[in-house]
């Protein structure tokens, strides 16, 4: 299945779930007709028909989809097919780095009225970066502070599930995220630390400049001064 063929399905299951609204899915189709214009036409588009909150300076690749409930996008670089659609609250601070094909979604079970405290939203704080193919549920909330990076491909941060009552997931700042991770709800990451590849994080780390790895994540070795940038 090529890239383009795979957002196609991602776009109609959205559309075709049941219990979302006829206003999201005007929106998931007004989206569309955005991801295939120039760049620089993007942020006008979404401010006038969207209404999102888009810097002029903000750079959104082809087949890249925004259809959320709410946007605040500052300057930044967001390459193509990118997947960023649910009844969320995206923020994407200054500098900020995604590469391509990216998945930062949730359905429409979330906007039920049983799930009135989930927080439904997604923080990319300044001068970080995502790679390619990582997917990120923002449910309960999703937080990846200044400077830290999700490294590598096919990590995956999780927060909701059966008797998940903290759901948020914090990454704290200047932390790297190696690939192919995966984040239980309610973990917290604390600042400069690594995580390394194939690692399951099921509980939070709150110390500092470690290197977290392994299945489940413990910390390997504390004032860990390796480099990822």
Known sequence: MTTSQSLFFKIQNIYYAGGLPLAFKLKLCIAGIISIFPWFLKPLLYRLLLGYKVSSSARIGFLTMIAVDKA??????????????????????????????????????VTDSKNADYVRYCYLGKNTLVADLHYIDPSGGFELQEGSWLGGRGSQFWTHGALAANRKITIGSNCYIGSAVRFKPGTTIGNGNIVSLGSVVTKSFALENALIGGSPATVLKEDYNGKYK
């Open 72 to 109: 605040d996008i500052a300057k930044c670089s967001i390459g193509s097919f990118n997947f960023l659609v649910g009844p969320y609250s995206l923020t994407i601070a200054e500098n900020v780095t995604m590469f391509c094909r990216n998945t930062i979604s949730v359905g429409s079970w």
